[in-house]
């Protein structure tokens, strides 16, 4: 394969990657703890929290604050799976690229 062709490839990959991460940032992902859930889209911004208000005991905020911490990491967690399962395509393996 000559430099050219080489070139070209590397740049349909780059494409390919760059429209990848865009659909992954674009993803919402929704974490659930307890009666908490939490959406985050891919660049692991939180977008909505949600509490089912039925479930708290209005004295239970330490409660309600680790309950919130486990929902936020599990939606920030299906975005690093996502993102490798999507993106190890081009990463080979290496993971912290994305």
Same mark, same amino acid.
């Given at each position: 394969m000559n430099i050219q062709a080489m070139m070209r490839e590397a740049q349909k990959i780059q494409k390919e990657m760059t429209k990848e991460k865009e659909e992954i940032d674009a993803t919402i992902y929704e974490g659930e703890s307890s009666f908490v859930s939490v959406k985050a889209n891919g660049k692991k911004e939180i977008i909505e929290i949600k509490i089912n208000q039925e479930s708290l005991d209005k004295d239970d905020i330490e409660m309600l604050q680790d309950i919130l911490q486990v929902?936020?990491?599990d939606a920030f967690k299906k975005v #690093? /799976? #996502?993102? /490798?399962?999507?993106m190890g395509k081009y990463t080979k393996g290496i993971p912290g690229l994305f």
């Amino acid at each position: 394969m000559n430099i050219q062709a080489m070139m070209r490839e590397a740049q349909k990959i780059q494409k390919e990657m760059t429209k990848e991460k865009e659909e992954i940032d674009a993803t919402i992902y929704e974490g659930e703890s307890s009666f908490v859930s939490v959406k985050a889209n891919g660049k692991k911004e939180i977008i909505e929290i949600k509490i089912n208000q039925e479930s708290l005991d209005k004295d239970d905020i330490e409660m309600l604050q680790d309950i919130l911490q486990v929902a936020i990491n599990d939606a920030f967690k299906k975005v #690093d /799976e #996502d993102t /490798e399962k999507r993106m190890g395509k081009y990463t080979k393996g290496i993971p912290g690229l994305f």
